[in-house]
């Protein structure tokens, strides 16, 4: 996030929300949402392909088609440009690519974004203007935004229209992405990613290398590595031969699974170091027992950049080892011992190399923790990011032009199909399908229909259906409910019986960030 | 500032502060059952009742803007008196089984009917052979014993004011009083989210956790503050241990220590907490030998995975291997990974769920 959770409930007088279904997948943050709306009167504007939760007390609701986010945003500009609702004073000095941006938008007027959206014109007149209009206003976004062949395409739509309206660099706006696992925010800053260090410093910069190839004492790769995505692609091509899971189950979690599990039993090696015996950890070769959050001393960063402490609170259960422990154990047999006492003493080196963290120790994170950037031990954190400028010195406007998603409806699969989660569970279910009274509560997957689609093939709230993609096909539960349109259908990840990735595409990635398009692909429902 | 004298003390308080606030800055220690800071007052409770010099009657403190001049006794035989009706009142309807009661310990009817020594009521009224609110409640995560309910609609307010669920509301007048949801059903036929506010704030045991029941009561529990294990919120929660296992999940509203969430949880946060202790837990490292997973001593399973790095990285060089590191671990984790994989290894192939 460029901004912090606290300001949606004080400091934003709009709140637009695109592809988040907040109060399932953030409660805190959706209390917070409803608090403002509801104590100070902030406006609401919901965009999303199900009518969740908010969209009932939002100001303007847009139930569009999935997929269309870019022609939505492209046709809130258009309005926003043509009824001088943008904030002249900050395109003039703080951004660049206006000129072209608008040229563009120009064709997305609202009734042309009707036809791909399925969004009244009006309706789209009302957000825009709600959002322009608006003091302060902040974007808030989930996976609803990134997991689309043109994520993105759609996560540059965002920033377009924050900084169209001058929306960036105060409390109460922002461009915030809503994170959805405890410390993926901190895992990227962290460089678990293949394309840069701690700190998002570039592994192909040779003068960033040389620092790490200092502090480490070895020479380092310098070509970018496989994305997650990629990794499994090569893996199934036996290019890859050997992977090392960390508390990742993508037996669950990756798209088209039967894919997933021909590129895993394709390797020499697959490690998996795991709390439970997760449906990855059935195939591997080895797996070693981790640890539990409860179990561990460390820090997290949660979705608005704030690092905070995790204690520990119970010793390590039965035989297992802090997951610290066994990576240093790995590394010393592998010929590159690396000896720590503690995971503070773990933190105090990575703060020399991750010069957003290098203020802090763990004494300064007791309590409330800081937000990072914090270069030095006398700064106080960053809430708001870009405040004078952009990293890049001025803002750069994208002009973006709306493509369809990669696969369509046909007649053969006729409906869209969606996925993410549910406010009673998390992610692959590793956890929350231990949970007694969470499992007990919602113990399997639904797919939601709308009335008439069910009708149409005869089939009753509760019935057991057939979904089918070119993938594969999942028995669920049908949910026959009108928060989806006729022609869309969602389902939830956590269940592997009844897994959502069984019928996703691994074919259509973005092809910047390599994310799966989770949110669109062709499917179609059978009754059994 | 305006200044007042309480309990013989003289103190200055901004204008516009109420009684109660300007009594526990002198010190006095004030009972309250219906106030809560971070609520709407509601005034109801009349515990915290103090008497005003010249004022025919007690008044709540928690809802009197303190005066200029005021003169003010907080334990005088009128208050006390007034204190210990209201809580026989209470007790009147409450199901006295303390020693079967999650909150024992934790109670403030409890405590405060120690203070006053109130043992019995004489108001046992139309109740003579007990209360009648007992709410079988189908869900997993809540117990709603209204048996113990003393209406101080802490739990409405928390519904409505942090999550903003309204799932609850005062039903029926006078002794019929109780919290019920839309035509008195169960919670998941509500809009409930299961958020646990209400039990965060209950001032006795009406409300409690199902799945903390029978695992330990709050005296016998260390706390131990840490951060939540699900989404990207962030939220402090505490861990409640008791013989080194966690037995349950609280929170603290102190923003100083619980900056994102004010004590404020979700379902997860607050009732998905027995994994930690699950028999399905991995305690051994596990090898593949003969096509089957066998147990192995954390040397052997290090080793083999070592040497067999060590053999594919011969082979067909680092980048033939890769790794998944974590969201769900800690950062200094996350940094050990990379760090394996650049420096140990020499691939940048390393990743992990943020796309998914």
Same mark, same amino acid.
């Given at each position: 996030?460029?901004?912090?959770?606290?300001?949606?409930?004080?400091?934003?007088?709009?709140?637009?929300?695109?592809?988040?279904?907040?109060?399932?997948?953030?409660?805190?943050?959706?209390?917070?949402?409803?608090?403002?709306?509801?104590?100070?009167? #902030?406006?609401?504007?919901?965009?999303?392909? +199900?009518?969740?939760?908010?969209?009932?007390?939002?100001?303007?609701?847009?139930?569009?088609?999935?997929?269309?986010?870019? &022609?939505?945003?492209?046709?809130?500009?258009?309005?926003?440009?043509?009824?001088?609702?943008?904030?002249?004073?900050?395109?003039?000095?703080?951004?660049?690519?206006?000129?072209?941006?608008?040229?563009?938008?120009?064709?997305?007027?609202?009734?042309?974004?009707?036809?791909?959206?399925?969004?009244?014109?009006?309706?789209?007149?009302?957000?825009?203007?709600?959002?322009?209009?608006?003091?302060? #206003?902040?974007?808030?976004?989930?996976?609803?935004?990134?997991?689309?062949?043109?994520?993105?395409?759609?996560?540059?739509?965002?920033?377009?229209? &924050?900084?169209?309206?001058?929306?960036? =660099?105060?409390?109460?706006?922002?461009?915030?992405?809503?994170?959805?696992?405890?410390?993926?925010?901190? #895992?990227?800053?962290?460089?678990?990613?293949?394309?840069?260090?701690?700190?998002?410093?570039?592994?192909?910069?040779?003068?960033?290398?040389?620092?790490?190839?200092?502090?480490?004492?070895?020479?380092?790769?310098?070509?970018?590595?496989?994305?997650?995505?990629?990794?499994?692609?090569? &893996?199934?091509?036996?290019?890859?031969?050997?992977?090392?899971?960390?508390?990742?189950?993508?037996?669950?979690?990756?798209?088209?699974?039967?894919?997933?599990?021909?590129?895993?039993?394709?390797?020499?090696?697959?490690?998996?170091?795991?709390?439970?015996?997760?449906?990855?950890?059935?195939?591997?070769?080895?797996?070693?027992?981790? /640890?539990?959050?409860?179990?561990?001393?460390?820090?997290?960063?949660?979705?608005?950049?704030?690092?905070?402490?995790?204690?520990?609170?119970?010793?390590?259960?039965?035989?297992?080892?802090?997951?610290?422990?066994?990576?240093?154990?790995?590394?010393? +047999?592998?010929?590159?011992?690396?000896?720590?006492?503690?995971?503070?003493?773990?933190?105090?080196?990575?703060?020399?190399?991750?010069?957003?963290?290098? =203020?802090?120790?763990?004494?300064?994170?007791? =309590?409330?923790?800081?937000?990072?950037?914090?270069?030095?031990?006398?700064?106080?954190?960053?809430?708001?990011?870009?405040?004078?400028?952009?990293?890049?010195?001025?803002?750069?406007?994208?002009?973006?032009?709306?493509?369809?998603?990669?696969?369509?409806?046909?007649?053969?699969?006729?409906?869209?199909?969606?996925?993410?989660?549910?406010?009673?569970?998390?992610?692959?279910?590793?956890?929350?399908?231990?949970?007694?009274?969470?499992?007990?509560?919602?113990?399997?997957?639904?797919?939601?229909?709308?009335?008439?689609?069910?009708?149409?093939?005869?089939?009753?709230?509760?019935?057991?259906?057939?979904?089918?993609?070119?993938? =594969?096909?999942?028995? /669920?539960?049908?949910?026959?409910?009108?928060?989806?349109?006729?022609? /869309?259908?969602?389902?939830?990840?956590?269940?592997?019986?009844?897994?959502?990735?069984?019928?996703?595409?691994?074919?259509?990635?973005?092809?910047?960030?390599?994310?799966?398009?989770?949110?669109?692909?062709?499917?179609?429902?059978?009754?059994? | 500032?305006?200044?007042?004298?309480?309990?013989?003390?003289?103190?200055?308080?901004?204008?516009?502060?109420?009684?109660?606030?300007?009594?526990?800055?002198?010190?006095?220690?004030?009972?309250?059952?219906?106030?809560?800071?971070?609520?709407?007052?509601?005034?109801?409770?009349?515990?915290?009742?103090?008497?005003?010099?010249?004022?025919?009657?007690?008044?709540?403190?928690?809802?009197?803007?303190?005066?200029?001049?005021?003169?003010?006794? %907080?334990?005088?035989?009128?208050?006390?008196?007034?204190?210990?009706?209201?809580?026989?009142?209470?007790?009147?309807?409450?199901?006295?089984?303390?020693?079967? !009661?999650?909150?024992?310990?934790?109670?403030?009817?409890?405590?405060?009917?120690?203070?006053?020594?109130?043992?019995?009521?004489?108001?046992?009224?139309?109740?003579?052979?007990?209360?009648?609110?007992?709410?079988?409640?189908?869900?997993?995560?809540?117990?709603?014993?209204?048996?113990?309910?003393?209406?101080?609609?802490? !739990?409405?307010?928390?519904?409505?004011?942090?999550?903003?669920?309204?799932?609850?509301?005062?039903?029926?007048?006078?002794?019929?009083?109780?919290?019920?949801?839309?035509?008195?059903?169960?919670?998941?036929?509500?809009?409930?989210?299961?958020?646990?506010?209400?039990?965060?704030?209950?001032?006795?045991?009406?409300? %409690?956790?199902?799945?903390?029941?029978?695992?330990?009561?709050?005296?016998?529990?260390?706390?131990?503050?840490?951060?939540?294990?699900?989404?990207?919120?962030?939220? %402090?929660?505490?861990?409640?241990?008791?013989?080194?296992?966690?037995?349950?999940?609280?929170?603290?509203?102190?923003?100083?220590?619980?900056?994102?969430?004010?004590?404020?949880?979700?379902?997860?946060?607050?009732?998905?907490?027995?994994?930690?202790?699950?028999?399905?837990?991995?305690?051994?490292?596990?090898?593949?030998?003969?096509?089957?997973?066998?147990?192995?001593?954390?040397?052997?399973?290090?080793?083999?995975?070592?040497?067999?790095?060590?053999?594919?990285?011969?082979?067909?060089?680092?980048?033939?291997?890769?790794?998944?590191?974590?969201?769900?671990?800690?950062?200094?984790?996350?940094?050990?990974?990379?760090?394996?994989?650049?420096?140990?290894?020499?691939?940048?192939?390393?990743?992990?769920?943020?796309?998914?």
């Amino acid at each position: 996030m460029t901004n912090s959770i606290n300001e949606l409930e004080a400091d934003a007088k709009c709140v637009f929300l695109i592809g988040t279904n907040t109060t399932e997948n953030h409660p805190v943050i959706g209390y917070k949402i409803k608090q403002n709306v509801r104590k100070n009167g #902030a406006k609401l504007v919901v965009a999303d392909p +199900r009518r969740i939760e908010l969209a009932e007390m939002a100001d303007v609701y847009m139930k569009f088609k999935p997929g269309t986010d870019v &022609a939505l945003i492209n046709a809130m500009m258009n309005v926003i440009i043509n009824e001088e609702l943008l904030d002249k004073e900050f395109i003039t000095n703080r951004t660049e690519g206006f000129e072209e941006m608008a040229a563009v938008i120009a064709q997305y007027t609202p009734e042309y974004a009707e036809e791909i959206t399925e969004v009244p014109a009006e309706d789209i007149r009302k957000a825009a203007r709600l959002y322009a209009e608006a003091d302060t #206003a902040s974007i808030c976004y989930a996976m609803g935004i990134t997991q689309h062949s043109t994520g993105t395409d759609n996560v540059k739509s965002v920033c377009n229209l &924050a900084l169209l309206t001058g929306n960036l =660099g105060k409390p109460g706006t922002g461009v915030n992405p809503l994170r959805g696992q405890n410390n993926v925010q901190g #895992a990227c800053d962290m460089g678990a990613l293949p394309v840069t260090y701690p700190a998002y410093q570039k592994v192909t910069d040779s003068a960033v290398r040389e620092k790490f190839e200092k502090a480490w004492g070895v020479s380092l790769s310098p070509n970018n590595g496989l994305t997650l995505t990629a990794a499994i692609n090569k &893996a199934y091509s036996k290019e890859l031969k050997g992977l090392m899971v960390i508390g990742e189950n993508p037996m669950v979690s990756d798209p088209d699974l039967k894919h997933v599990e021909e590129a895993l039993d394709n390797l020499e090696l697959l490690m998996v170091q795991d709390i439970f015996f997760t449906e990855t950890a059935r195939k591997a070769d080895v797996v070693f027992p981790g /640890v539990t959050f409860a179990e561990t001393d460390g820090t997290f960063t949660n979705t608005e950049r704030r690092v905070q402490r995790v204690r520990q609170a119970i010793s390590p259960r039965g035989g297992t080892l802090p997951d610290w422990q066994i990576l240093c154990e790995l590394s010393k +047999r592998l010929g590159y011992p690396m000896n720590y006492s503690s995971p503070e003493e773990i933190f105090d080196e990575m703060k020399t190399v991750t010069p957003s963290y290098a =203020g802090m120790t763990y004494t300064r994170l007791e =309590g409330k923790g800081l937000h990072w950037p914090c270069p030095n031990e006398e700064h106080m954190g960053t809430p708001v990011l870009h405040k004078e400028k952009f990293n890049r010195g001025l803002g750069l406007f994208h002009a973006i032009e709306f493509k369809d998603p990669a696969e369509l409806p046909d007649e053969e699969y006729p409906l869209i199909l969606s996925t993410g989660r549910n406010l009673f569970h998390y992610h692959t279910g590793t956890m929350t399908r231990r949970s007694s009274a969470l499992n007990k509560h919602v113990p399997e997957n639904e797919v939601q229909i709308n009335p008439a689609t069910a009708e149409r093939l005869n089939i009753v709230n509760g019935e057991k259906v057939k979904v089918v993609t070119r993938r =594969g096909n999942i028995e /669920v539960k049908a949910k026959v409910t009108d928060i989806v349109n006729e022609n /869309v259908i969602f389902t939830y990840f956590h269940f592997s019986e009844a897994a959502a990735n069984m019928l996703t595409n691994a074919d259509s990635l973005d092809p910047v960030a390599g994310i799966p398009e989770y949110k669109v692909c062709a499917a179609r429902v059978e009754k059994i | 500032m305006i200044s007042l004298t309480i309990d013989g003390r003289e103190i200055q308080v901004p204008r516009g502060t109420t009684l109660l606030t300007a009594c526990r800055q002198a010190g006095a220690d004030i009972p309250t059952l219906c106030y809560d800071p971070d609520l709407r007052l509601a005034g109801s409770c009349r515990m915290c009742v103090v008497e005003v010099k010249g004022r025919r009657n007690l008044v709540a403190g928690c809802v009197t803007p303190a005066e200029n001049n005021m003169v003010v006794e %907080t334990e005088s035989p009128d208050v006390v008196e007034s204190r210990k009706i209201i809580l026989e009142l209470l007790l009147a309807r409450h199901k006295l089984t303390c020693h079967t !009661c999650e909150s024992d310990g934790s109670c403030k009817l409890q405590d405060y009917c120690y203070r006053y020594g109130v043992t019995d009521s004489r108001f046992t009224g139309e109740f003579h052979d007990g209360p009648h609110f007992s709410k079988e409640d189908a869900n997993p995560f809540i117990k709603r014993d209204y048996d113990k309910c003393i209406m101080c609609t802490r !739990c409405v307010r928390a519904c409505e004011e942090i999550t903003g669920a309204q799932a609850i509301n005062v039903m029926n007048r006078g002794h019929h009083a109780k919290i019920a949801t839309i035509f008195d059903g169960n919670l998941e036929d509500s809009p409930c989210v299961f958020c646990g506010q209400c039990i965060m704030v209950c001032p006795v045991g009406a409300l %409690t956790s199902k799945v903390a029941a029978g695992k330990g009561k709050s005296y016998q529990t260390e706390k131990v503050l840490t951060t939540c294990t699900y989404c990207g919120t962030g939220c %402090t929660l505490e861990l409640n241990v008791k013989d080194d296992k966690v037995v349950g999940v609280t929170s603290v509203r102190d923003e100083n220590w619980s900056p994102v969430n004010r004590g404020a949880l979700c379902v997860k946060g607050r009732f998905g907490w027995d994994f930690i202790n699950s028999s399905d837990r991995l305690t051994t490292p596990l090898i593949r030998e003969n096509g089957e997973l066998r147990p192995a001593s954390w040397d052997e399973a290090l080793d083999f995975t070592a040497a067999k790095i060590k053999e594919i990285k011969g082979e067909h060089g680092p980048d033939s291997l890769a790794m998944f590191s974590s969201a769900r671990v800690t950062n200094e984790e996350n940094y050990l990974a990379q760090k394996l994989m650049r420096a140990a290894i020499g691939t940048n192939n390393v990743d992990h769920c943020a796309r998914l």
